[in-house]
């Protein structure tokens, strides 16, 4: 679409019901929050939709924002919006490259689609929660106790070897959890800033499993949740274009 990539994403159990037949059974949206130790909470903000638009380009992104949101008027109205921004080309805002052990681009629709055969068939799961950074304490550690932090090295993005059990590289691993494909981006302000997380998977139970690791529900705590605190949590279904076609 005029250079821009639109993903429409429906809250699952709301997309069951315009496709039940079309629909993986096991998805719900994020309903409850997620507590762990010591009153640690990632809320729950589930919403009906979402429409995530990336582009290289923010006025063609803007133009066909408006032009989305025009067709859908009549229907809903926007809860949230929040624009974001590539930071160093592929770094988050603690400055570390973000991604690392995505699948490749060619390998992506392979791991993270849900398989010809199944219901929702094309379709994938979006988890997407807004993160928002505590600057100045990360930015107080040296680069040796961040690296411990996050479990990789800063500027070459290596896996520290060995990697504390609680650095987020070891709560998030993907050889424990399975694939998931990361699209994260940097959003806010000088003075209020973060990250959006958005995850893909062919498979809810990876996301929600990596997110209790990261809670310390089984496990110490991410060390990274005392320097990133998150602000909104939810679920989507995104179907493939065919489906929304035949549904619609």
Request: hydrophobic share 35%.
């Amino acid at each position: 679409m005029s250079g821009v990539n639109l993903v429409a994403g429906f809250r699952p159990e709301l997309w069951r019901e315009l496709a039940a037949d079309d629909s993986p059974e096991d998805v719900e949206g994020f309903n409850s929050a997620l507590s762990g130790p010591d009153g640690y909470t990632m809320p729950a903000t589930q919403h009906d939709a979402v429409l995530w638009l990336s582009g290289s380009e923010y006025d063609v992104i803007f133009d066909t924002a408006r032009e989305a949101l025009a067709a859908v008027d009549p229907f809903c109205s926007v809860a949230e919006e929040t624009s974001s921004w590539p930071y160093r080309h592929d770094r988050d805002l603690t400055g570390f490259i973000d991604g690392s052990e995505n699948p490749s681009l060619v390998d992506a629709p392979e791991l993270v689609v849900i398989p010809e055969g199944s219901p929702g068939a094309g379709g994938t799961v979006l988890l997407l929660q807004k993160w928002s950074h505590d600057a100045e304490a990360w930015e107080a550690l040296t680069v040796t106790r961040q690296e411990a932090v996050i479990g990789r090295t800063k500027d070459e993005s290596v896996e520290l070897d060995p990697k504390p059990d609680d650095s987020h590289v070891a709560r998030t691993d993907q050889d424990t959890f399975g694939n998931i494909f990361r699209r994260n981006m940097p959003y806010g302000t000088v003075t209020e800033h973060g990250t959006m997380f958005v995850g893909f998977s062919a498979d809810q139970t990876r996301l929600s499993t990596m997110l209790e690791s990261m809670a310390g529900v089984a496990g110490p705590p991410d060390q990274l949740t005392r320097f990133s605190h998150p602000l909104t949590g939810a679920y989507y279904f995104v179907p493939s274009i065919g489906s929304i076609k035949s549904t619609g």
